[in-house]
Each structure stands twice: as C-alpha cells, then as structure tokens.
C-alpha cells in the first residue's frame, strides 16, 4: 500500500470512529458530545484537505459507507429539528392561550358583566 494510501485508510478509520460517536450522541441528544465529534471531525478536515490519489476499490466502499453513515446522523437530526421546532410551536401557542387567560381572569377588578350569570 502507498503512504498516501495509508493515509488514507487512517483517516477513514478514524472518521468511522467518529461518525459512531457521532451516531451515538445523536441518539443519546448528547450535544455536547456530538459538538465535540464535530470539532474533530472538522480538525481532520482542515488537517487533510481534498484527497487527489488513487483509491483503491476497498478504501472507496469504506467512504461509500461512511458517506451513508453521515447521511442517516443528518437525516436523524433533521428529525429531531423537526420535532424541537413543533414543541417550540406547541408551547408557544399553549403561551399564548396562558396569557389570554390571564388577561380574561387575571387579578384586579372583575370586569363588568363577568359574574352576571352567577347570583
């Protein structure tokens, strides 16, 4: 194997490595963590640059899994957005219902006609 080559497969061992860790933060909403992973994975990155070798048939079906792998962690957060995104809206109109309340019921003087029905 070429030392390019070897580069190569360190650099896709370790960027499996850290696609699990990713896949495994995810999971866990561990975002601390999955920041982290991130913050290696963009050091590899900017360490390697563009890789312009040959490539041998092995190390392009470790690349094409890994490729897949980071599709299904983006597909996986897009989800949880997703989700995140319809709670946020969910408690920001349960928010909006308080506050109507509060205003139709709030403390202070009862408005007129509030309580007519009652006596």
Same mark, same amino acid.
């Given at each position: 194997?070429?030392?390019?080559?070897?580069?190569?497969?360190?650099?896709?061992?370790?960027?499996? &490595?850290?696609?699990?860790? &990713?896949?495994?933060? #995810? !999971?866990? &909403? /561990?975002?601390?963590?999955?920041?982290?992973?991130?913050? /290696?994975?963009? %050091? #590899?990155?900017? %360490?390697?640059?563009?890789? %312009? #070798?040959?490539?041998?048939?092995?190390?392009?079906?470790?690349? =094409?899994?890994?490729?897949?792998?980071?599709?299904? @962690? /983006?597909?996986?957060?897009?989800?949880?957005?997703?989700?995140?995104?319809?709670?946020? =809206?969910?408690?920001?109109?349960?928010? !909006? @219902?308080?506050?109507?309340? !509060?205003?139709?019921?709030?403390?202070? &003087?009862?408005?007129?006609? %509030?309580?007519?029905?009652?006596?």
């Amino acid at each position: 194997m070429s030392d390019p080559e070897t580069a190569l497969e360190d650099l896709i061992i370790r960027w499996d &490595e850290l696609t699990a860790r &990713e896949t495994d933060a #995810i !999971h866990a &909403e /561990c975002w601390d963590a999955l920041a982290e992973v991130q913050r /290696c994975k963009a %050091a #590899i990155q900017a %360490a390697f640059g563009p890789v %312009a #070798i040959p490539v041998a048939p092995r190390l392009r079906s470790a690349a =094409a899994r890994l490729i897949d792998m980071e599709r299904r @962690n /983006c597909a996986t957060l897009g989800r949880r957005l997703e989700d995140l995104r319809q709670q946020l =809206a969910s408690l920001d109109q349960a928010g !909006h @219902n308080l506050r109507r309340v !509060h205003r139709s019921y709030g403390p202070g &003087e009862p408005r007129a006609g %509030a309580f007519s029905g009652m006596a």
